[in-house]
Nanobody, 127 residues
């Protein structure tokens, strides 16, 4: 069983930065993609960013391009989300996700493609 543990959320002023971490553990962990999704109150869960575990290729939602950066540390089984120039509309619970499925470019942004999820970490951006 794979476990994903997020950390790094918190309260920050608009224009500030936060870095989220997601540590994966479990026997024979071997994800193909790891990603970040977020869910604001009253809204559906939405894709933020994803990264291919072997090649390190990154994918972003248009709303965060140029502000957020996803990276991974294969040795530590950890993925990071560096969030800069934060806006109040970035306020949400952020979830880490992982999958062993070979997702398509379209599938990478769909929550249903991910089998493993973390418990979520709150990010609040004040104006």
């Amino acid at each position: 069983q794979v476990q994903l543990i997020e950390s790094g959320g918190g309260l920050v002023q608009a224009g500030g930065s936060l870095r989220l971490s997601c540590a994966a553990s479990g026997s024979t962990f071997s994800a193909i993609f790891m990603g970040w999704f977020r869910q604001a109150p009253g809204k559906e869960r939405e894709f933020v960013a994803a990264i291919s575990w072997s090649a390190g290729r990154a994918y972003y939602a248009d709303s965060v391009k140029g502000r957020f950066s996803i990276s991974r540390d294969n040795a530590k089984n950890t993925v990071y989300l560096q969030m800069n120039s934060l806006k109040p509309e970035d306020t949400a619970v952020y979830y880490c996700a992982a999958t062993r499925a070979p997702l398509t470019v379209v599938g990478i942004a769909a929550a249903k493609g991910y089998s493993y999820w973390g418990q979520g970490t709150q990010v609040t951006v004040s104006s």
